[in-house]
């Protein structure tokens, strides 16, 4: 997965201008403009880094003047007290950058520590681990990139990816059927359809109109093995709602295809990371 070079530096631009506005009132008014200094990023937990790059052009956009040598890459397992990158350069650039690229670093690492436990969770058994919609304003693509990296895969993208029936599609419209028949009438071949549901009753509705993919809502395990069994594998089934890093084995193993989570995204622990200037 690429992401466009014009799509993050507008993250990082947006960022540095919130946090640095006209000057930085301490490293202007205290450090020469020819100063030089090195430094590190430690790890100081166990996890995987993600969002390296993004780091490396924060400075690359404050200054320009800073040599960034990564060490350990997007995707690599760190423990506490890794080195995971040295920098060598001015010490204005490196000091106004630091924030910003900790920030971004430290919460695409967040990201794709807790997905990758979720992964490693249900290794073994037939579902993939998902993200969802629930991402924070302006930073979408960037945290679906670290769920990735993280090892699991990316739910749809915006609400034009797929026509994803939710319960309140369907109550103000009336019912599956006739949400599911409207669609087809003026979607494209292209465009798959997936319905949420609450219970069984609705699980075979949806599969009486031939949906590509249903969304088992809160269901219980029991509920959800049902689900399986009635599905016999004509759609994809989806488990979603109340599912956490503890639980998520035993949601895996009732069979379902998909297991996405919110929580990877809305409310993922940022991963300890911290830059050293070295004396």
């Given at each position: 997965?690429k ?5 993050i530096d ?5 960022a ?6 006209y000057?930085?009132a ?11 200094s ?5 790890a ?8 390296i ?9 404050v ?9 350990l ?8 007290g890794?080195?995971i990158?040295e920098?060598k ?22 990201i794709a ?6 992964v ?8 993939s681990?998902?993200d ?9 693509a ?8 993280g ?8 609400l034009?990816?797929?026509a994803m ?15 599911v028949?409207a669609l087809?009438?003026k ?5 798959k359809i ?6 069984l ?5 949806a ?8 969304m088992?809502?809160?269901m219980s ?23 956490t890093?503890?639980n ?5 193993e ?6 996405s989570?919110?929580?990877l995204?809305h409310?993922v622990?940022?991963f300890?990371i911290?830059?050293?200037i070295?004396?």
């Amino acid at each position: 997965m690429k992401l466009l070079q014009c799509y993050i530096d507008n993250i990082i631009k947006t960022a540095l201008m919130e946090d640095i506005n006209y000057i930085d009132a301490a490293a202007d008014n205290l450090i020469p403009a020819d100063h030089k200094s090195s430094a590190y990023y430690v790890a100081k937990d166990t996890g995987v880094v993600c969002g390296i790059e993004v780091a490396k052009r924060v400075f690359e956009l404050v200054g320009e003047d800073v040599e960034f040598n990564i060490l350990l890459g997007d995707g690599s397992k760190v423990r506490k007290g890794d080195i995971i990158a040295e920098l060598k350069g001015s010490t204005l650039t490196l000091l106004k950058g630091e924030r910003t690229a900790l920030n971004i670093l430290q919460h695409m690492s967040g990201i794709a520590t807790a997905t990758n436990k979720c992964v490693e969770a249900v290794a073994g058994t037939n579902a993939s681990v998902t993200d969802t919609r629930k991402t924070l304003p302006g930073l979408r693509a960037l945290q679906k990139y670290a769920v990735t990296v993280g090892g699991g895969k990316n739910h749809r993208f915006n609400l034009s990816d797929a026509a994803m029936l939710k319960d309140n599609h369907i109550d103000a419209y009336g019912g599956i059927t006739a949400a599911v028949k409207a669609l087809r009438e003026k979607i494209g071949h292209t465009v798959k359809i997936e319905v949420e549901v609450r219970n069984l009753v609705e699980l075979r509705e949806a599969l009486e109109n031939k949906v590509e993919i249903i969304m088992l809502d809160n269901m219980s395990c029991e509920e959800m093995k049902q689900a399986v069994d009635i599905t016999a594998g004509r759609a994809l089934l989806e488990a979603s709602g109340n599912i956490t890093s503890e639980n998520i084995r035993t949601v895996a193993e009732t069979g379902v295809d998909i297991i996405s989570l919110g929580a990877l995204t809305h409310s993922v622990k940022c991963f300890d990371i911290s830059m050293k200037i070295k004396k």
